[in-house]
């Protein structure tokens, strides 16, 4: 999708993938019509850029049709390089980073206050962690003890301008959103079995934090931990053999 549009983020989308995987496998209340099961969980994607992501898992699920897949950042696609409330199952179109949060606090506390018994995951960014907003937010749902808010943090310890322990030191994160008055569980963000896990870990009175230990550019080599490709796309030789080591 990415090398066809020649978008960017390919790091970014491998680094979330695999919690994604999970969340819409085994975790999230949800189904293919969409805002219409007004019982479904609520799932904000605050990375943004990464959205073909999800939109992948969507289509995977019946969301819309896998052809559709191919116009993505195409000009009048509904599929756009952002994740965008347009397409069928997105919840809230994000980009700005650090705004993903605050909305979903939002949604949090009106499930809570309505009687309602969804729940809110929003998965954040580390590299967004430098956003002042996102622990304005944080405060607000450990003050109003909104456990049924699950927050899920791709730490791949990069972001757009280069390594996030040079340009904002974050570390430790277990003890910063703690103090902030969340729970926190520390995994490995590509491991299936450890996400749902951790998923399923009861906090009660405080929102729930999972920080996820991944790698930008997971599963092509010479794409990990690089972070040039957060800004570029695979061209047709790069593209056949990161296709070739993902299929192997």
């Not at 994604?20 to 293919?32: E, G, M, N, T």
């Not at 007004?38 to 943004?48: C, E, H, P, Q, V």
């Not at 919840?91 to 650090?98: M, V, W």
Request: hydrophobic letters at 45%; proline letters at 3%.
């Amino acid at each position: 999708m990415l090398s066809k549009a020649k978008a960017s983020h390919i790091g970014s989308v491998l680094s979330c993938a695999d919690l994604i995987a999970v969340l819409y496998a085994s975790v999230l209340k949800h189904d293919s019509s969409g805002k219409d099961f007004l019982l479904r969980d609520r799932f904000i994607f605050s990375k943004g850029h990464a959205c073909a992501a999800v939109y992948v898992a969507l289509a995977e699920c019946g969301y819309f049709d896998l052809d559709e897949l191919s116009s993505f950042g195409s000009p009048g696609s509904k599929l756009m390089s952002h994740i965008s409330h347009h397409v069928n199952g997105v919840e809230f179109s994000t980009g700005a980073l650090g705004h993903g949060l605050p909305f979903a606090v939002g949604k949090a506390l009106f499930a809570r206050s309505s009687g309602q018994i969804w729940r809110t995951y929003v998965l954040l960014s580390d590299g967004e962690l430098n956003e002042g907003s996102t622990w304005e937010a944080l405060m607000f749902a450990a003050h109003h003890q909104l456990e049924n808010l699950i927050i899920l943090v791709d730490s791949n310890g990069l972001q757009g301008l280069g390594p996030v322990s040079t340009v904002i030191r974050m570390e430790p994160l277990e003890k910063r959103f703690e103090a902030f008055g969340s729970s926190v569980v520390r995994i490995d963000g590509h491991d299936h079995n450890a996400i749902l896990s951790a998923l399923s870990t009861v906090a009660p009175k405080h929102p729930l934090v999972l920080i996820a230990n991944t790698v930008k550019g997971k599963g092509v080599s010479f794409m990990e931990n690089e972070n040039i490709w957060h800004y570029r796309s695979p061209d047709d030789i790069e593209l056949a053999a990161a296709l070739k080591e993902l299929e192997n």
